[in-house]
């Protein structure tokens, strides 16, 4: 079967650094997403990553690993309006995205 | 542009009654999608459609029905609701299906009793 696991909840503190883990297994690769969804509302997409390596884009960086099966969100400064979900997707085979049951960040001040 | 519009908002069904959850973009994407999102639980592709007239299955297709007439709208027919289909579905498009990334609706909240 396919599958996507992150951590269910983090907490971290305004103006910290926060990694947030995926580990994928699915049925071919085509691509890792994150998506960010704040509370009662749609996602938003943050990053994508085909190629292993460190995506950089302001205050968020994503880290793939294909032969580990390996993903990351580093979150750098954070600010309250950081407090959200973290959804990691993986592009299978067949060009659907399998998605992770999300992490859920928490800021405190 | 107003991006993916999805109505309604939210919606309270009894058993056995059937809705449309409406869905339009007007970004000109090709591909749209219907996910269903559950507590605790990563969203669930329910059908998807690679341009107009064309749908595919996604992996919870049972008790929905999708048409693609045209480029902008894609509604999700619910038949004989049960309670199982209590959910939060989403609307999302993208403009490839690779790796593009896909703009989400704001949602629509069912209950059904």
């Known amino acids: 079967g396919q599958n996507i696991d992150q951590p269910t909840e983090m907490t971290a503190t305004e103006g910290a650094i926060v990694q947030i883990n995926c580990t994928y297994q699915?049925?071919?690769?085509?691509?890792l997403f994150w998506y960010q969804q704040h509370a009662g509302e749609a996602p938003t997409f943050l990053s994508y990553n085909v190629l292993d390596g460190l995506e950089e884009k302001g205050r968020f960086s994503s880290f793939l690993s294909r032969s580990k099966g390996y993903s990351y969100l580093l979150l750098k400064e954070l600010q309250m309006k950081d407090s959200a979900s973290y959804l990691c997707?993986?592009?299978?085979?067949?060009?659907?995205?399998?998605w992770g049951a999300g992490t859920k960040l928490i800021i405190k001040p | 542009n107003a991006g993916v519009t999805q109505t309604p908002k939210f919606r309270i069904l009894k058993i056995g009654q059937s809705m449309t959850l409406q869905c339009a973009q007007d970004m000109n994407h090709n591909y749209m999608y219907w996910y269903r999102q559950d507590p605790g639980m990563g969203l669930k592709l329910i059908y998807y459609?690679?341009?107009?007239?064309?749908?595919d299955k996604g992996e919870v297709p049972n008790g929905y029905n999708v048409s693609r007439s045209t480029t902008e709208d894609f509604p999700l027919r619910l038949e004989l609701a049960a309670p199982s289909q209590t959910s939060v579905y989403f609307c999302?498009?993208?403009?490839?299906?690779?790796?593009?990334?896909?703009?989400f609706g704001p949602g629509t909240r069912l209950t059904v009793l």
């Open positions: 999302a498009s993208s403009y490839e299906r690779e790796v593009d990334e896909q703009f």
């Open positions: 997707a993986v592009m299978d085979s067949n060009y659907q995205l399998i």
């Open positions: 699915t049925s071919g690769f085509n691509g």
């Open positions: 459609s690679v341009g107009a007239g064309i749908t």
